[in-house]
Structure formats: C-alpha cells, structure tokens
C-alpha cells in the first residue's frame, strides 16, 4: 500500500494522512475478504502493531460464511478465544457497547468497571502478546456487532499517536467487509431470537432493576420473570443477567439507548 499526496492536518502526522489516502483508495477496489485482510495486514505493519482483528462479536465455531473473522492473533491464543466464546467476557467487547467512539485499551477502566476476570482475560492475552491496542467499535441497527481491533505496537504510545488513523481504517475496513459477506442485503437484519416480554425484562434488568422490581414494573409475578430471564438465558447460551444482556445488545436485539446512561459502567461487571 503506498501513500498518496495529502497534506497534513495540524496535530496530525503527515504519513498516517498519507496512509490513510491510500487506504480509502484500495479499500473501494476490494471484492474479497481477502483483499479486506492483506489492506488491514499493510496497515497494521506501516503503522507499527504487530497483530489486528476485524471480527462479528458472536459464535465463530461453525465457522459461519455470514460472519467476519479477520485476524492474525497467535494460533493459540485464537484457538482459545473463539473456541472459548470469550468474547462474552471480553472486556475490550464490553468498552465498545459503553463507548461511541474509537478507543484504547488503556482507556477501558475508564468505560467499564473491570472486575478480576477482566483482568484474568487482558493477562491472558499479555502472555500470548495481545495487549495495548486501539478498537473501533461497529454497530449497526438490527445486526451483529463487530470491532476493528490494531495491539501489541513495537514501539510505546503508538496507540494513542494512532488514534484518529485507527478510526478511519477501521470503520472502512469493517463497512467494506460487512458488505462483501452480505452481499446486495447490507441490511441483513436477523429474525429476533427472543420473545417480546423477555426483551423487556432484559432492559429493566440492563438497568440493574431486580426480578421483584421487574415484576412490579411489568405487572408479573417474580416467578415469572425468573422464568423469563431464565428461558433467554438458554436461548443465548448464557450464564448470568450480565452475560444475557450484553448479549442481547451484540447481537440487536435491544439498543444501548434502552439502558440507563448511569449503568453503563456496570454493565460489565
């Protein structure tokens, strides 16, 4: 990928404005994912991270021809993760539901309270190298969401230098991706998984209410909501209120408006 003529922004350096350039260029000419990943492998390299990954927040096991898995994570640690379906105690997933913008691992206490099993997780990925990076979060009404993830610099502080860089290559990258996965349907808006009622007692519960507030609110009985609740659960795979409702916002379901501004913080601990 070489770099175009642009001139600098102030505050902004002149060879990521130039990357950049280049980037939009060749990411309008791609027609596979292939091409999607060599552009994202050129970026990562000429802006200095050793590792990226574009990817939908959801179950890769099957290996699903609808979702986006772009990475070149170490093997094992890749193995772990999508084996694993960490991506439901992620942390850096769960900064993108409370953020609005691009941001950096190190600003994720800031987005989230990090409880031990994040840290559990952001060590785990330390040991295999995975650590320090930007993450531009993706989220479209009514699909899946994803993220547009650059770690492990060579160098300290590139991420905060390549903030802006970050965002504009990941957003393209994702969009340009979405829409070689999905065809002419760019609105590939997925048949809802939970019933009416249970989606309204996962917002309440978004909103850290309890079953019996729940039940007042909703005119039911406690039972009922545990049934609810319990029932969603098993529909998603999940173990707890917690994992249930960052599920339900991953996935479309509900939107982050639904849920109270103040509770963001706590949405993932």
Known sequence: MQGGNILPDEGVDARALSLVAAFLAEIQQVTDLTGV???LEAAARELGFHHYAMIHHDDHRKGS???ININNYPPDYAAEYFGGLYHRDDPVVHACIAANACFT???IADLIDLDPRHH???ERGARHGVADGITVPAFVLGERSGSCNFCSPRTPGLAQRHLATV???GSFAFQKARRIVGGRRLRQVRVGRLRRRWLDCIVLAGQG???TDIATILDLSPATVKTYIEAACAR???HNRTQLVIAAVLDGEIGIHEIATRQHRHLAT
């Open 37 to 39: 990943e060599r552009l």
């Open 65 to 67: 021809a609808s979702l």
């Open 105 to 107: 691992w190190s600003e």
């Open 120 to 122: 559990s997780f952001l």
């Open 167 to 169: 965002q504009i290559v």
């Open 209 to 211: 209410k309890s079953n």
């Open 236 to 238: 998603y795979e999940v």
